[in-house]
């Protein structure tokens, strides 16, 4: 027998605290950034950028780990699992994310490296341009998975950043194999198309065991191999039976249960920042989904929330999103 | 012979990393907490506030510090002398205010206490009551002077805040005798009327060595004795050639020899955090007069930074402020 879920949301990712910082595109061009994507980073280069970029402002972030923001700012309840260290931006990480309602218990790691830091750089557009020092995040491995807690939840939701490592790999499947067999559901974003390129077999395999699928125009193309937009939506969704496929300014697709459903974007008065858009939009979907609401509904509030977002510097909402959607 | 200073002003204070964080004013009463003041706490009552207060951001403050981004946003040349631990947000202390271009070479404090955090709650009406764990910061000594950067700069800018143990007490005077040896100029913020108060006898003999004395309302009356505002200006002004006295939405006047000044306080278009508004106004003035400027045209300066810094969350301004005077 099924026993009801205890909560909305598990999420597993890379625990980040960002340091955002306003810089211009001369900068990026200067340190070989390339715009809006995210590069991973080793001590050094961490060490070298930081001390030539400008002046920030530290705040959590992770990608995971925004989206539980976005679902507890909407009302949904929900817990996440992430890697910090022992250290000062540790203790930040945990503070906030415990502050704003979301359960966090993940042993930080201790004797070994920092907690993980994402170097953002905002340019004029509202770009962001992320470098991740991955740190004690990218150290989560099967030992950190609570089996009781993903039964309680009704999606486990799993970061596509935190897929590199052997053990992360492991912990996926093993966290997607204890969901299932309580008769929960597993949802993934695929996070980047260097990502899914890099371990684009492994990803295949893991989206066979995944019922809800986020994905940006790039990362869709990146693991089907289709370049254009509906064709790639398309091959993706005889992949897995919910698929929701972002596409900047145009909004978004979801297909689910063979329904195709367009989701117009959210306007925006101000674009600032665009950090945390799609981590938004996957806390709203999510959200919606949980609440039992259908799929246009979900969508929109993905779009509410992911307007929200990129309307302010840094990734994480900034007014009550359950007022926002009234 | 009296060199040409190299620098505009060196600014000395407690070197704090701010964690600035949105509530209301039902947590204030809970927590016992006096809005708009300053409160020093200690370890133990740092964890617990920290535990209970909502989700924050993090961003480099401490109020000479801040004096010296304002200064070095408007086109002065300046360096911070304070003290921060070898530690993450020591690091962060110490890139951000270089990455302004604000030289600090001060040694971090090794195997002591951890760097000093300041737990800003902003209330809807836009004030901040800050609760401070002063850590490493207060460290500060005799040992930690510069002297040859002392004699570079015009001014020398002490914050009282600072001014509570022993040896940071020692080091203002030390660090007044060797600016006026060098025949620079001294200058000093009061900062709190709580510090005024606790060091009432040595403050008065303080302000018998500096030169430029920044007080607001409140300050000014701990340290003359006088509750009304001109009497409390007007005694002050006995004791220093240059005093600038702040006083909320009227403005600031300005006494320098024999002079008074009123000077306008800058329209807001949207009032949103009080954080670092003395702060800037004193980096106004500083920069006016080390750029030679009369006095009504340095308040004014003042005025402007003031109205910058409290346009938006944090204690630095967001904008060019060299851009903003035109």
Avoid: W
């Avoid at 810089?23 to 950034?33: C, K, N, R, S, V």
């Avoid at 950043?161 to 974003?189: C, N, P, Q, S």
């Avoid at 900047?248 to 925006?268: C, D, L």
Wanted: charged fraction near 15%; glycine fraction near 12%.
């Amino acid at each position: 027998m099924i026993q009801p879920a205890t909560i909305d949301v598990l999420g597993v990712g890379n625990a980040i605290v960002d340091v955002l910082a306003e810089t211009d595109d001369a900068f990026l061009t200067a340190e070989g950034i390339a715009k809006g994507g995210m590069t991973l980073i080793d001590t050094l280069r961490a060490t070298a950028l930081y001390s030539r970029m400008p002046a920030g402002i530290e705040m959590s972030g992770g990608s995971a780990a925004n989206t539980m923001a976005g679902i507890a700012s909407l009302g949904g309840s929900c817990a996440y699992i992430g890697k910090v260290a022992n250290d000062q931006l540790g203790e930040v990480f945990a503070h906030d994310i415990r502050a704003i309602g979301v359960g966090f218990a993940t042993k930080p790691l201790t004797d070994g490296e920092p907690t993980a830091r994402c170097l953002i750089l905002i340019t004029p557009d509202a770009q962001r341009s992320m470098n991740t020092f991955l740190g004690a995040s990218s150290f989560l491995g099967e030992g950190d998975l609570d089996a009781d807690l993903i039964r309680s939840a009704s999606v486990t939701y799993l970061e596509g950043y935190l897929f590199d490592r052997d053990e992360a790999k492991a912990a996926f499947f093993a966290a997607a194999k204890i969901a299932h067999a309580a008769g929960r559901k597993v949802a993934l974003t695929l996070s980047d198309t260097f990502c899914v390129a890099r371990h684009h077999a492994e990803f295949t395999q893991l989206v066979s065991h995944v019922d809800i699928l986020f994905a940006n125009e790039g990362e869709a193309a990146a693991l089907t191999g289709e370049a254009e937009f509906t064709a790639a939506v398309k091959a993706l969704s005889a992949k897995c039976p919910t698929v929701c496929v972002t596409h900047g300014a145009e909004g978004s697709v979801i297909v689910s249960g063979g329904q195709t459903h367009k989701i117009a974007a959210a306007p925006v008065a101000q674009l600032v920042d665009t950090t945390g858009a799609g981590d938004l939009y996957a806390a709203g979907v999510l959200y919606g989904i949980t609440a039992g609401l259908d799929i246009p509904a979900a969508g929109r509030i993905g779009s509410t929330a992911a307007a929200e977002a990129i309307s302010h510097v840094g990734p994480r909402p900034q007014q009550s999103l359950k007022a926002l959607i009234g």
